[in-house]
């Protein structure tokens, strides 16, 4: 006795399995859309948070500077204030003293920090072109300043 098995796909007409067919792709695509649009949402929702630290981070930054900058005045105002108790009440000359040092201060710091900026922006160029310099001598033999030197336009 020969026994078949019944296989459901061996009895299916072509129409119907395209149309079978048709259906499993029309659902793939659903879910291949549903994935896309949940990755935007995804997308959208860490753009949202990256916004919402960043203006938190900004506006604790500016909640810090300000305390910081009231918590200056109020020193400065005070030893102001010691100043011209000393000067017998003149509260004026507390203000001008201490204006007067704050600003002296500020200007010494630009000048000196200025200064300081300066001499490191040129050792950095000096040490820029002593290794340009340096590579010629290796690449060619000679740098460009030993031609002009030899022209006689340049002292080495």
């Given at each position: 006795?020969?026994q078949?098995?019944?296989d ?13 067919a048709?259906g499993k792709?029309a ?6 859309q ?5 990755k935007?949402?995804?997308l959208?929702?860490t ?15 500016i909640v810090a ?5 009231i918590?200056?005045?109020l ?6 204030g ?12 507390g203000?001008?003293i ?5 600003l ?9 920090g200025?200064?300081i900026?300066k001499?490191?922006w040129?050792?950095a160029?000096?040490k820029?072109?002593e ?6 001598r290796?690449s060619?033999?000679?740098?460009s300043?030993?031609r002009?030197?030899?022209?006689g336009?340049?002292e080495?």
């Open positions: 006795m020969d078949q098995v019944d459901p796909q061996e009895h299916v007409a072509p129409p119907e399995a395209m149309r079978d048709l792709f659902e793939l695509r659903a879910y291949v549903q994935y896309l649009s949940a935007v949402d995804q959208k929702l753009a949202r948070n990256i916004a919402i630290f960043a203006a938190l981070g900004v506006v604790g930054l500077g300000a305390t910081i900058v918590a200056l005045v020193l400065f105002q005070g030893l102001a010691a100043i011209a108790a000393g000067l017998g009440g003149r509260v004026w000359a203000d001008l201490v204006g007067l040092v704050l002296g201060i500020f200007v010494v710091g630009a000048i000196v200025l200064g900026v001499k490191a040129f050792k160029t000096v820029k072109y290794l340009t310099e340096r590579q010629q290796q060619f033999g000679r740098s300043r030993d002009t030197a030899a022209k336009s340049v080495v």
